[in-house]
């Protein structure tokens, strides 16, 4: 009975460690999830489509980053991305959540600029698939993609696309600039050089 009760227990406890061991390993893929890939490659994934989802923070878009409000906490962006092959087009779409603060322009307070929506992207390998868009946004793959391994720049062109969302001129629909009263001292007139040359003139001894 005695071995029997350890037994027991020792089964016991390489299970649960076995179970522990499991949930690290699960957390660390999803950590790894999290980080959204800068490149991807259309070798390997262009025929049988990419799909990502995660949050990722703002100032990993250093160019966006370089022109938003620093006084303010930025969110983190809810992002689902995925590459498709559709009649031998590639589309790239992300689905974007969330919003951004800019400083306006006339006051320099925060104003929100709500990033949220869909941004699809067409990667045409020559013009003679323009006509099969009907209108869509394109962009070639030879000039975003030089390389000869085709890796496409996922992460640059979702910043392009959310830089171009963002207004040229950031104002408050109604702003009200905050206007500070100063006193002015009014100004001492300066003397006219042909008053005081007149006076002179009448100081000066007459010739006899």
Same mark, same amino acid.
């Given at each position: 009975?005695?071995?029997?009760?350890?037994?027991?227990? +020792?089964?016991?406890?390489?299970?649960?460690?076995?179970?522990?061991?499991?949930? +690290?390993?699960?957390?660390?893929?999803?950590?790894?999830?999290?980080?959204?890939?800068?490149?991807?490659?259309?070798?390997?994934?262009?025929?049988?489509?990419?799909?990502?989802?995660?949050?990722?923070?703002?100032?990993?878009?250093?160019?966006?980053?370089?022109?938003?409000?620093?006084?303010?906490?930025?969110?983190?962006?809810?992002?689902?991305?995925?590459?498709?092959?559709?009649?031998?087009?590639?589309? +790239?779409?992300?689905?974007?959540?969330?919003?951004?603060?800019?400083?306006?322009?006339?006051?320099?307070?925060?104003?929100?600029?709500?990033?949220?929506?869909?941004?699809?992207?067409?990667?045409?390998?020559?013009?003679?698939?323009?006509?099969?868009?009907?209108?869509?946004?394109?962009?070639?793959?030879?000039?975003?993609? *030089?390389?000869?391994?085709?890796?496409?720049?996922?992460?640059?062109? +979702?910043?392009?696309?959310?830089?171009?969302?963002?207004?040229?001129? *950031?104002?408050?629909?109604?702003?009200?600039?905050?206007?500070?009263?100063?006193?002015?001292?009014?100004?001492?007139?300066?003397?006219?050089?042909?008053?005081?040359?007149?006076?002179?003139?009448?100081?000066?001894?007459?010739?006899?």
């Amino acid at each position: 009975m005695t071995n029997d009760f350890f037994l027991r227990k +020792l089964e016991s406890i390489q299970q649960l460690f076995k179970n522990s061991m499991t949930h +690290l390993s699960s957390n660390n893929s999803l950590n790894q999830k999290s980080q959204m890939p800068t490149n991807i490659l259309l070798e390997k994934w262009a025929d049988v489509g990419f799909v990502w989802s995660g949050q990722v923070a703002i100032c990993e878009f250093s160019r966006l980053y370089q022109v938003l409000d620093k006084t303010h906490t930025q969110p983190n962006l809810t992002i689902q991305l995925t590459l498709t092959k559709k009649e031998g087009i590639l589309w +790239l779409s992300y689905d974007i959540q969330n919003h951004v603060q800019l400083a306006c322009q006339r006051c320099l307070l925060p104003i929100t600029v709500d990033l949220s929506g869909n941004y699809t992207l067409a990667i045409l390998y020559n013009e003679s698939q323009i006509a099969s868009i009907n209108d869509a946004e394109f962009v070639f793959l030879d000039e975003v993609c *030089p390389d000869n391994r085709k890796t496409l720049p996922i992460k640059d062109l +979702l910043e392009d696309e959310l830089l171009l969302r963002l207004p040229l001129s *950031p104002r408050h629909e109604n702003c009200q600039l905050p206007i500070t009263l100063q006193s002015f001292e009014p100004e001492e007139k300066a003397d006219n050089p042909f008053l005081v040359l007149s006076q002179l003139k009448g100081q000066l001894p007459k010739k006899s």
